[in-house]
Structures are given as structure tokens and as C-alpha cells.
């Protein structure tokens, strides 16, 4: 049973401006899960490659491997800062002006 408020998801599935949405949303995010995942697997490899620098004192016990380590946690909050950013400026913009059309129309011409 259809609601009078009911929106027609095929519709907006269609809508060449939802799938530039899509488009431009997904290769935003395969660029920034590609950053993640090199940073990330570089700890790993460095400290197999080159273990004398990941075990160089910087200060006190702590070593360029532990410091590493820690700056993949300011990594990931640059990463949801820059998705955040780039989500509000341009991504929620032409999702409210979907939204906006979907609400008037019951759903996408």
C-alpha cells in the first residue's frame, strides 16, 4: 500500500544527477580508502624493510616505529575531516536538491 508521502526510489535511481552524485561520491571515496590503506600497510613494511629506522630513538623509550604507529590515528581524523569537508561543500548540496525534487514530485521525472 503506497502512502500519498511514498517516493519513487526507481525514479531517483535514474536521475542522471543522482548517479553523478554517486559517481563523483564514490571516486572520492576509493581516492581517500587508497590513502588509508598505503598509509596504513606502510607501518607494516617499514618496519620489515627497515627495521633500524623504525627502531631509531627519538625521545625517551619512545622510536620512530611507535611514533608512526600513533600518527595513523591523526591520519584517520585528517581523512573523516577531508570526507566531512568535501561531503558538506559539494556532496549534501545535490542530495538536498534530489531530496528537494523527490519531495515535490513523489519521486525523480
Not at 623504525?54 to 595513523?72: D, H, K, M, T, Y
Not at 585528517?78 to 514530485?105: N, Q
Request: proline content about 6%.
Amino acid at each position: 500500500m503506497a502512502s500519498e508521502h511514498s517516493v519513487n526510489w526507481i525514479a531517483i535511481d535514474a536521475d542522471p544527477r543522482f548517479q553523478e552524485l554517486h559517481r563523483r561520491k564514490s571516486r572520492f571515496l576509493w581516492k581517500l580508502m587508497a590513502i588509508s590503506v598505503v598509509y596504513y600497510f606502510l607501518l607494516p613494511i617499514g618496519a620489515a624493510y627497515c627495521p633500524r629506522l623504525f627502531r631509531a630513538q627519538v625521545w625517551g623509550p619512545v622510536n620512530f616505529g611507535i611514533l608512526f604507529a600513533l600518527s595513523e590515528f591523526v591520519v584517520a581524523w585528517i581523512i573523516a575531516y577531508v570526507y566531512c569537508r568535501e561531503a558538506s561543500l559539494r556532496f549534501d548540496p545535490m542530495a538536498e536538491e534530489l531530496a528537494r525534487t523527490a519531495a515535490r514530485s513523489g519521486g525523480l521525472p
